[in-house]
């Protein structure tokens, strides 16, 4: 969980808490079963970081690439 979780809403497609209702106990051996709708959101979910990483590149290429070459005439 990142800090800016905190103050900002999660986007449509991380996770949504009425999804979240199985309890895990000790005594359950079995792994559960995806659904197919489980693996779309898991799939909609990692495009949508892609997405995100690949816009957090392009800001910090630009915020840190080297600075113009000064002109000789100047």
Do not use: C, W
Request: charged share 30%.
């Amino acid at each position: 969980m990142f800090i800016t979780e905190l103050f900002s809403p999660t986007p449509d497609g991380y996770r949504s808490e009425e999804d979240d209702n199985s309890v895990i106990k000790m005594t359950d051996q079995r792994k559960s079963r995806l659904t197919l709708s489980q693996i779309g959101r898991l799939r909609q979910m990692n495009d949508l970081r892609k997405f995100e990483h690949q816009q957090k590149i392009g800001t910090l290429s630009t915020q840190y690439k080297p600075a113009a070459a000064a002109e000789p005439g100047m």
